[in-house]
């Protein structure tokens, strides 16, 4: 039985499909999580093939500007979140007393994410204040994170809590949500900690101003 499309999805699956929809004749829905641009031995074959995709699929209207605007649908990310997580207890497994605030991350740790930027902008926080920072993640740049905190005094502040299944009950448990990743396609840790209700600082990237908004 002969497939009615084919849907792909990140870029190396997508040069595939596109390349077995020329040779069955089948339409191809190209669903895009970042752009091509990001990687640029890839520019040139995607150029190539778009004539054999019939639509794409992209998660926000900024992406959206970088496709041909007659077969391009904007289908946001979501996420299904508990939000009535239990505040207390999700501190206590912190170790956060009554006045601490517990600033948290959910990024891979890999280059391009941030970490650094984040690590010198902690740095500078007030030391009279108590503070701690939660890194969820991991990642090739884990070792290089870790010199850096070492040099910057933020042992006894910044903690690295690894993959973690319990993100949702850490965020309950959580003050402020940081994201300074440099480049995205939409964040589903973002959505999940506004979903949580927390206050957030997110770089200023089109990805995440597509998803806040400065001071709302």
Not at 1 to 9: C, E, L, M, Q, R
Not at 19 to 35: D, E, K, N
Not at 69 to 98: C, F, H, K, M, W
């Amino acid at each position: 039985t002969k497939a009615k499309a084919i849907v792909t999805y990140l870029p190396q699956a997508d040069m595939i499909g596109r390349l077995a929809a020329r040779r069955t004749g089948t339409p191809v829905v190209s669903a895009q999580r970042s752009s091509y641009h990001r990687r640029p031995y890839l520019r040139l074959p995607d150029r190539l093939t778009r004539p054999l995709v019939t639509e794409y699929v992209v998660q926000t209207g900024v992406a959206k500007q970088r496709f041909p605007s007659g077969e391009t649908t904007v289908i946001p990310n979501a996420v299904g979140l508990d939000v009535a997580q239990e505040r207390d207890e999700a501190r206590a497994l912190l170790r956060l007393g009554p006045e601490d605030i517990a600033i948290t991350c959910v990024s891979n740790l890999r280059a391009g994410k941030g970490h650094n930027t984040l690590l010198q902008a902690l740095a500078l926080l007030p030391t009279h204040v108590s503070w701690n920072c939660f890194l969820i993640g991991e990642g090739p740049e884990q070792a290089r994170i870790e010199q850096q905190i070492i040099k910057l005094g933020l042992s006894q502040r910044v903690r690295l809590l690894g993959r973690r299944r319990d993100v949702p009950h850490i965020l309950a448990g959580s003050d402020v949500f940081v994201f300074p990743s440099l480049a995205e396609g939409m964040s589903n840790a973002l959505l999940e900690s506004l979903a949580a209700g927390l206050p957030v600082v997110a770089s200023d990237i089109p990805a995440n101003k597509a998803v806040i908004s400065h001071d709302q």
